[in-house]
Protein backbone atom coordinates (compact mmCIF):
# COMPACT_ATOMS: atom_id res chain seq x y z
CA UNK A 1 0.00 0.00 0.00
CA UNK A 2 3.00 2.59 0.76
CA UNK A 3 4.80 0.95 -2.31
CA UNK A 4 6.24 3.22 -4.93
CA UNK A 5 7.07 1.10 -8.20
CA UNK A 6 9.24 2.62 -10.72
CA UNK A 7 10.39 1.25 -14.08
CA UNK A 8 12.55 0.94 -16.02
CA UNK A 9 15.62 -0.05 -13.57
CA UNK A 10 17.90 1.36 -16.22
CA UNK A 11 17.90 2.96 -19.39
CA UNK A 12 19.71 4.37 -22.11
CA UNK A 13 19.49 7.28 -24.60
CA UNK A 14 21.00 9.00 -27.21
CA UNK A 15 21.52 12.43 -26.80
CA UNK A 16 19.13 14.35 -28.08
CA UNK A 17 16.53 11.58 -27.54
CA UNK A 18 13.42 11.84 -24.84
CA UNK A 19 14.04 9.78 -21.80
CA UNK A 20 10.75 8.32 -20.00
CA UNK A 21 11.11 6.99 -16.43
CA UNK A 22 7.49 5.88 -15.13
CA UNK A 23 5.67 5.46 -11.29
CA UNK A 24 3.09 3.47 -9.89
CA UNK A 25 1.38 3.75 -6.71
CA UNK A 26 -1.28 2.10 -4.99
CA UNK A 27 -2.09 4.84 -1.93
CA UNK A 28 -4.72 6.82 -2.88
CA UNK A 29 -3.92 9.40 -0.07
CA UNK A 30 -0.72 10.34 -1.60
CA UNK A 31 -1.00 13.61 -2.58
CA UNK A 32 2.69 14.93 -3.43
CA UNK A 33 4.88 13.38 -6.29
CA UNK A 34 8.37 14.67 -6.43
CA UNK A 35 11.25 13.30 -8.96
CA UNK A 36 14.60 13.60 -7.80
CA UNK A 37 18.13 12.99 -8.83
CA UNK A 38 21.30 11.52 -7.82
CA UNK A 39 24.74 11.86 -9.13
CA UNK A 40 27.44 9.21 -7.94
CA UNK A 41 28.86 10.65 -4.68
CA UNK A 42 25.85 12.93 -4.25
CA UNK A 43 22.51 13.20 -2.53
CA UNK A 44 19.16 12.98 -3.97
CA UNK A 45 18.34 16.77 -5.43
CA UNK A 46 14.66 17.84 -6.04
CA UNK A 47 13.84 17.88 -9.50
CA UNK A 48 10.76 18.69 -10.27
CA UNK A 49 7.48 17.64 -8.13
CA UNK A 50 3.15 17.60 -8.56
CA UNK A 51 0.14 17.61 -6.66
CA UNK A 52 -2.63 15.15 -7.71
CA UNK A 53 -4.82 17.94 -8.78
CA UNK A 54 -2.81 18.66 -12.05
CA UNK A 55 -2.13 16.09 -14.97
CA UNK A 56 1.04 18.01 -16.05
CA UNK A 57 4.23 20.05 -15.27
CA UNK A 58 6.60 21.05 -17.08
CA UNK A 59 9.96 22.52 -16.08
CA UNK A 60 12.34 23.62 -19.11
CA UNK A 61 13.12 20.18 -20.74
CA UNK A 62 11.43 17.99 -17.48
CA UNK A 63 7.75 16.87 -18.06
CA UNK A 64 5.94 15.36 -15.09
CA UNK A 65 2.86 13.49 -16.78
CA UNK A 66 0.26 12.81 -14.07
CA UNK A 67 -2.62 9.90 -14.47
CA UNK A 68 -5.18 10.08 -11.40
CA UNK A 69 -7.32 7.75 -12.52
CA UNK A 70 -4.31 4.81 -13.38
CA UNK A 71 -2.62 5.74 -10.04
CA UNK A 72 0.29 6.34 -12.25
CA UNK A 73 3.23 9.49 -12.94
CA UNK A 74 5.85 9.43 -15.15
CA UNK A 75 9.15 11.67 -15.98
CA UNK A 76 10.06 12.89 -19.56
CA UNK A 77 13.27 14.74 -20.28
CA UNK A 78 13.27 16.15 -23.58
CA UNK A 79 16.35 16.61 -25.93
CA UNK A 80 18.39 14.62 -23.11
CA UNK A 81 21.93 15.20 -22.32
CA UNK A 82 24.94 13.50 -21.25
CA UNK A 83 25.15 16.06 -18.37
CA UNK A 84 21.18 14.59 -17.44
CA UNK A 85 23.30 10.96 -16.88
CA UNK A 86 22.20 10.52 -13.01
CA UNK A 87 19.64 7.96 -10.90
CA UNK A 88 16.45 9.71 -10.92
CA UNK A 89 14.12 8.37 -8.11
CA UNK A 90 10.17 8.85 -8.13
CA UNK A 91 8.70 9.37 -4.81
CA UNK A 92 5.65 10.14 -2.74
CA UNK A 93 4.36 11.75 0.62
CA UNK A 94 0.81 11.97 1.61
CA UNK A 95 -1.26 14.48 3.88
CA UNK A 96 -1.72 12.37 7.33
CA UNK A 97 -0.96 13.69 10.59
CA UNK A 98 2.60 12.76 11.09
CA UNK A 99 3.61 11.49 7.58
CA UNK A 100 3.34 14.42 6.03
CA UNK A 101 7.14 14.53 5.41
CA UNK A 102 8.16 11.36 4.53
CA UNK A 103 8.87 10.76 1.38
CA UNK A 104 8.37 7.09 -0.26
CA UNK A 105 10.91 6.62 -2.56
CA UNK A 106 10.85 4.29 -5.77
CA UNK A 107 13.75 1.86 -6.57
CA UNK A 108 15.37 4.24 -9.00
CA UNK A 109 16.03 4.14 -12.39
CA UNK A 110 20.17 4.51 -13.98
CA UNK A 111 19.51 6.98 -17.11
CA UNK A 112 22.56 6.89 -19.30
CA UNK A 113 22.97 9.49 -22.07
CA UNK A 114 24.87 8.57 -24.89
CA UNK A 115 26.73 11.82 -26.72
CA UNK B 1 26.57 22.01 -2.54
CA UNK B 2 23.13 21.59 -0.70
CA UNK B 3 24.21 23.23 2.79
CA UNK B 4 23.22 20.33 4.81
CA UNK B 5 26.49 18.89 6.28
CA UNK B 6 27.07 15.42 7.00
CA UNK B 7 29.73 13.86 9.21
CA UNK B 8 31.61 11.55 9.08
CA UNK B 9 31.82 10.86 5.17
CA UNK B 10 33.18 7.77 5.74
CA UNK B 11 32.69 4.96 8.80
CA UNK B 12 34.56 1.69 9.11
CA UNK B 13 33.49 0.15 11.89
CA UNK B 14 32.98 -3.93 13.66
CA UNK B 15 29.87 -5.65 14.21
CA UNK B 16 28.49 -5.03 17.33
CA UNK B 17 29.86 -1.41 17.97
CA UNK B 18 27.95 1.86 18.06
CA UNK B 19 28.34 4.66 16.04
CA UNK B 20 26.88 8.36 15.64
CA UNK B 21 26.18 10.11 12.62
CA UNK B 22 26.10 13.69 12.81
CA UNK B 23 23.99 16.09 10.64
CA UNK B 24 23.56 20.16 10.20
CA UNK B 25 20.42 20.77 8.37
CA UNK B 26 20.69 24.09 6.47
CA UNK B 27 20.55 27.17 8.03
CA UNK B 28 17.25 28.10 8.85
CA UNK B 29 15.79 24.75 8.37
CA UNK B 30 13.40 23.43 10.93
CA UNK B 31 12.87 19.67 9.62
CA UNK B 32 15.46 17.21 9.88
CA UNK B 33 14.90 13.99 8.08
CA UNK B 34 17.10 10.33 7.71
CA UNK B 35 17.30 8.17 5.17
CA UNK B 36 18.98 4.54 4.60
CA UNK B 37 20.39 3.78 1.06
CA UNK B 38 21.19 0.35 0.47
CA UNK B 39 21.69 -1.56 -3.08
CA UNK B 40 18.54 -3.87 -1.66
CA UNK B 41 16.44 -1.38 -0.24
CA UNK B 42 16.99 1.68 -2.09
CA UNK B 43 16.12 5.01 -0.38
CA UNK B 44 14.23 4.54 3.02
CA UNK B 45 12.50 6.61 5.34
CA UNK B 46 13.72 6.52 9.00
CA UNK B 47 12.53 9.39 10.93
CA UNK B 48 12.10 12.74 11.04
CA UNK B 49 12.56 15.83 13.24
CA UNK B 50 10.66 18.91 13.63
CA UNK B 51 12.24 21.97 16.11
CA UNK B 52 13.48 19.61 18.33
CA UNK B 53 10.18 17.06 18.26
CA UNK B 54 9.88 14.05 16.71
CA UNK B 55 7.50 14.42 13.70
CA UNK B 56 7.14 10.82 11.69
CA UNK B 57 8.85 7.55 12.27
CA UNK B 58 9.72 5.01 9.30
CA UNK B 59 10.84 1.22 9.68
CA UNK B 60 13.69 2.52 11.77
CA UNK B 61 15.12 -0.46 13.77
CA UNK B 62 15.25 -0.35 17.55
CA UNK B 63 18.94 -0.88 17.48
CA UNK B 64 18.72 2.76 15.89
CA UNK B 65 17.74 6.31 17.33
CA UNK B 66 17.97 9.97 16.42
CA UNK B 67 17.22 13.44 18.05
CA UNK B 68 17.27 16.83 16.90
CA UNK B 69 19.51 19.40 19.42
CA UNK B 70 18.20 22.79 20.93
CA UNK B 71 20.66 24.17 17.84
CA UNK B 72 18.92 21.94 15.50
CA UNK B 73 21.60 19.88 14.23
CA UNK B 74 20.66 16.00 14.76
CA UNK B 75 22.46 12.99 15.52
CA UNK B 76 21.75 9.46 14.52
CA UNK B 77 22.95 6.75 16.56
CA UNK B 78 23.36 2.96 15.47
CA UNK B 79 24.39 -0.03 18.14
CA UNK B 80 24.89 -3.29 18.07
CA UNK B 81 25.77 -2.90 14.39
CA UNK B 82 25.45 -5.95 11.87
CA UNK B 83 26.53 -6.65 8.49
CA UNK B 84 23.25 -5.74 7.31
CA UNK B 85 23.52 -1.83 8.44
CA UNK B 86 26.22 -1.14 5.70
CA UNK B 87 24.91 1.70 3.79
CA UNK B 88 24.77 5.05 3.32
CA UNK B 89 22.78 7.47 5.41
CA UNK B 90 21.69 10.30 4.06
CA UNK B 91 20.23 13.55 5.94
CA UNK B 92 17.91 15.98 4.80
CA UNK B 93 16.54 19.11 5.58
CA UNK B 94 13.51 21.77 4.92
CA UNK B 95 11.93 24.37 6.39
CA UNK B 96 8.48 22.74 6.80
CA UNK B 97 7.49 19.71 8.28
CA UNK B 98 5.22 18.85 5.15
CA UNK B 99 7.26 17.34 1.82
CA UNK B 100 4.16 18.75 -0.15
CA UNK B 101 5.29 22.14 -1.38
CA UNK B 102 8.51 22.35 0.26
CA UNK B 103 12.31 21.75 -1.16
CA UNK B 104 14.06 18.80 0.56
CA UNK B 105 17.45 19.23 0.74
CA UNK B 106 19.83 16.34 1.17
CA UNK B 107 23.21 16.01 2.41
CA UNK B 108 25.90 14.12 0.77
CA UNK B 109 25.72 11.17 3.16
CA UNK B 110 27.76 9.04 5.19
CA UNK B 111 29.31 5.88 4.35
CA UNK B 112 28.58 3.47 6.68
CA UNK B 113 30.67 -0.41 6.84
CA UNK B 114 30.33 -2.74 9.19
CA UNK B 115 32.95 -5.60 8.82
Known amino acids: QQQVKQSPQSLIVQKGGISIINCAYENTAFDYFPWYQQFPGKGPALLIA???DVSEKKEGRFTISFNKSAKQFSLHIMDSQPGDSATYFC??????WGQGGKLIFGQGTELSVKP | DSGVTQTPKHLITATGQRVTLRCSPRSGDLSVYWYQQSLDQGLQFLIQ???????AKGNILERFSAQQFPDLHSELNLSSLELGDSALYFC??????????????FGEGSWLTVV
Open chain 1, 50 to 52: IRP
Open chain 2, 49 to 55: YYNGEER
Open chain 2, 92 to 105: ASSVSYRAAGNTIY
Open chain 1, 91 to 96: AASMLL
